[in-house]
């Protein structure tokens, strides 16, 4: 594997394990573990960064007039990965923040 499919699978990967991090982060915020629920955010950012990094290498390529790439499903499933991947990211953080708010409510 090489390539166009290489940097997909790159993409998948480090994305889907973003999007785990941040849905883990929401377990760990509803136990009451806020600590662990900011550690996930950020192992989940640090995944991301490297599929977005992947991702735009290739748009720079592609802008740069290096060997087209071809739309292919894989390409468009790396690419909603992504997309759901910032979306997750979105709500863990706005999961994280009500759980805190009810801490907050119920220690007073």
Do not use: C, W
């Not at 955010?41 to 390529?61: C, P, R, Y």
């Not at 087209?68 to 990965?81: M, N």
Request: proline share 1%.
């Amino acid at each position: 594997m090489e390539g166009l499919e290489l940097t997909a699978f790159q993409i998948i990967s480090a994305v889907g394990t973003a999007r785990s991090s941040y849905i883990e982060a929401i377990q760990k915020a509803k136990a009451r573990d806020f600590e662990g629920a900011e550690a996930l955010i950020k192992e989940g950012d640090e995944m991301f960064v490297e599929g977005h990094n992947a991702h735009a290498g290739l748009l720079q390529q592609e802008a740069e007039g290096g060997p087209g790439s071809t739309l292919s499903l894989l390409i468009l499933h790396a690419e909603d990965q992504l997309m759901s991947a910032e979306g997750f990211k979105t709500i863990a953080l706005e999961f994280i923040d009500v759980y805190k708010k009810f801490e907050k409510i119920g220690s007073n």
